[in-house]
């Protein structure tokens, strides 16, 4: 029954049209806000944008995307060598964006060169203005990490996003939960389960306290979190937690597939 149950919630989540790859914690800098090839995470309306706007072009679209991204990384690099001030923070996001591009074709090599250069550039734009950008430092750190498969940079991550909450909570407080969720990926596969449960439960408490307030972005990454907890008491043989997590959720699924029973019943039937 509690398999049944599981197979139910993972149905649900794929069908999600939140920002469910936010949740992998790989985000992608854009050099505009304007432009229509990514959507604006509403977490964060400064350049940022999630994987799967990339993600969803295929065949001679992402070719294109990529051409002229890296047109574009070579255009940037000379305006930077006369106006450095201006054009370096366009160097970052650019290189940033080719990492992601690069991570998904499984180029690793690659990919980790062009987000540690974007690292190295944005902290030095941080050392100067910190306010502007020591978030994209975190988003390039949080990159490296799931890339490389390894917690240091995560943890470094999670630390300016916790410095970055005491100044706008609203803001970054989702940007935590990302990263926590991250690292109790990494913790969990790693088969350090004390430190992801702790994890896992720091992220189910912001995602209940952000679904207080604003239930119509947030309540759907409750059961993910729950979900995830589910699967870490089932490995540790705990079966009453587990239920009781994956019950929570399902209920949860249950009153969102009343208000939209497209997103989140159809999946959930053919289960059945």
């Known amino acids: 029954m509690l398999s049944r149950l599981f197979t139910i919630v993972l149905l649900a989540l794929a069908s999600l049209r939140v920002n469910a790859t936010s949740l992998t914690g790989v ?10 090839a990514v959507d604006v995470v509403a977490i964060d309306q400064v350049h940022t944008t999630i994987r799967s706007a990339l993600a969803d072009t295929v065949g001679g679209a992402q070719n294109q995307t990529e051409e002229t991204r890296r047109e574009a990384l070579k255009t940037y690099r000379e305006l930077a060598e006369k106006e450095p001030e201006t054009y370096l923070p366009d160097v970052a996001a650019t290189l ?11 180029r690793i090599e690659k990919a980790r060169k062009e987000f540690e250069e974007a690292l190295k550039t944005y902290r030095e734009l941080a050392h100067k203005e910190p ?10 750190l949080n990159n490296l ?19 970055l909450v005491q100044k706008e909570r609203e803001t970054y ?18 088969n350090r389960m004390n430190e992801a449960r702790k994890e896992y439960a720091e992220v189910l408490k912001i995602y209940r306290d952000l679904a207080q307030k604003e239930p119509g972005t947030y309540l759907p990454y409750v059961p ?3 979900n995830n907890l589910g699967f870490l008491d089932t490995a540790q043989y705990r079966w009453d937690e587990a239920r009781k997590e994956v019950s929570e959720a399902l209920k949860i699924y249950g009153g969102l597939a009343q208000e939209d029973p497209e997103t989140y019943l159809s999946r959930s039937d053919d289960a059945q």
Not at 29 to 35: C, D, G, H, P, R
Not at 96 to 106: K, R
């Open 27 to 36: 985000i992608i800098t854009n050099e505009a806000t304007s432009s229509s």
């Open 145 to 163: 990490g799931i890339l490389e498969g390894t917690p240091n940079r995560l943890e470094e991550a999670l630390k300016i996003y916790r410095e």
């Open 96 to 106: 940033n964006d080719l990492g992601i591009l690069d991570s998904d074709q499984n």
């Open 224 to 226: 993910m979190a729950l």
């Open 131 to 140: 306010d502007i950008y020591l978030r994209y430092v975190a988003i390039t």
């Open 173 to 190: 407080l989702p940007y935590v939960a990302i990263t926590l969720n991250n690292l109790g990926m990494l913790d969990s596969g790693k």
